[in-house]
């Protein structure tokens, strides 16, 4: 009766096990089943890990935001380069690749955001152009390599000899790169030179072309790279405005004529800074109708310092004003900071502050001259551009010929000028010094005053050098 019970007993486990199991797969196999049912078909958009990745589709945005795929961004970043080699440029500093660059430039304009590349490691000889716009705003012009104008004086065209590179009606617009423009002008400076190259350069023409020229263009920034040896003016803006210089390196020997640095004429809203600037003429040169210019950490030298002028020639209206001039290195140059205008002239000078100038060897620091004359002899003239507004404060270091030069206008003095804080010393590498000279000029000086006759420079003014100041001003 037990071994009945027992048996029973077992039967009934081994019942409950099998009836368990069973039930357990048949639950599995439900939920795998539903499970599969109700999945989701996967989006266009989604990443299959086991396949290659799909095409992506527009009409379906993706629901949260994701780089695109690495060969879309380079298609697109692709399609807006425009490399010059890619429209047959040689780059071999010989074959002329003009036509290149303008095929290239053409097909950017039309293109937003798009850069013209010049690659590094070629040389492109370049005639003289004009790229003009307008075109699709945020243009690049990259360049990495090396552009070379022609060489030979006699090679140029003369209805070209304005310019070399012309930039005409561009807004938005960037140069940018590590490469060199190289203007190649020794030829054009025979003049200047040894007696042997003078005799080989008797058919160069009294106009010389400027390397870089931009005309009517607004929103233009210029960055990073170097300018060498230009016929002329290495970097010039006319009619310009919202123009921004940073970090550019400009070369040329100290002898070559007339090779400004930078060079503004009826230009607004400048900013200059954080560049090296050595050349034969101004490293910076303000001309008339330019206001609201800023010039500031630049390392000038050689070269004849920064200037406001000449202004007035042939009896002409100049208007200039709101310049600053602040944390400029003048070494060896012809001047420091100075204004200079023609006799005659007409028109104002205001606003114009000069700080924080360091000189070493600079023959005359500190310029006012109402005289100006680029020839042996000019004629004397009542008339002169007001010059008024005009502050030097902490202009230190040391001059080779003389101090401080003030010759102001005997009919129009320049009047509110203020000297602060002036420490001019004799270089010692020089030993023929010239006293400060200071000449109807009007405003108040603040100590320190080396050498201690520039506190004695300025006269005061009872009202009417001011008067005669405003008179002027109504020309601008």
Known sequence: ?????????????????????????????ARKHHTKKSKPRPH??????????????????SPAPAPLPRYGSYNRTKSSIFDVLSFGAKGDGVSDDTK??????????????????IPSEFKFLIKPITLQGPCMPNLVLQIDGTLLAPPKVGSWPKSSLFQWINFKWFHNFTIQGNGIVDGQGFEWWGGSQSNSIQKKSKHIPEMKPTALRFYASYNVTVRDIKINNSPLCHLKFDSSGGIKVKNIHISSPENSPNTDG?????????????SDIACGDDCVSIQTGCSNVHIHHINCGPGHGISLGGLGKDKSVACVSDIVVEKISLQNTLAGVRIKTWQGGIGSV???????????????????????????????QTGAVAISGVEF????????????????????????????????????KYQSFQQALCWNSYGKSQAPLVPSSIDYCLRRDSGSVKRIARSHEHMC
């Open 350 to 380: 205001k606003n114009v502050s000069f700080s924080s100038i360091q000189v070493s060897d600079v023959k005359v620091p500190i310029i006012i001259d109402q005289y100006y004359c680029d020839k042996h002899l000019c004629d004397n």
């Open 262 to 274: 930078i060079h503004l004429q009826n230009t607004k809203d400048v900013e200059i800074q954080h």
């Open 100 to 117: 290149a660059l303008i095929a290239a430039w053409k097909a950017a304009c039309r293109v937003a955001g798009a850069t013209v590349e």
């Open 1 to 29: 009766m037990r071994r009945n019970d027992k048996s029973s007993l077992l039967f009934v486990l081994i019942f409950l096990l099998i009836v368990s199991v069973t039930f357990s797969i048949m639950s599995v196999e």
């Open 393 to 428: 404060n902490q202009i230190i270091g040391t001059y080779s010929v003389q101090p401080i030069h003030l010759a102001c206008s005997n009919s129009v003095p320049c009047s509110d000028v203020d000297l602060i804080d002036i420490q001019l010393k004799p270089s010692s």
């Open 44 to 61: 266009k958009h989604q990443k299959d890990k086991h396949g290659p990745e799909p095409e992506p589709d527009s009409r379906f945005p």
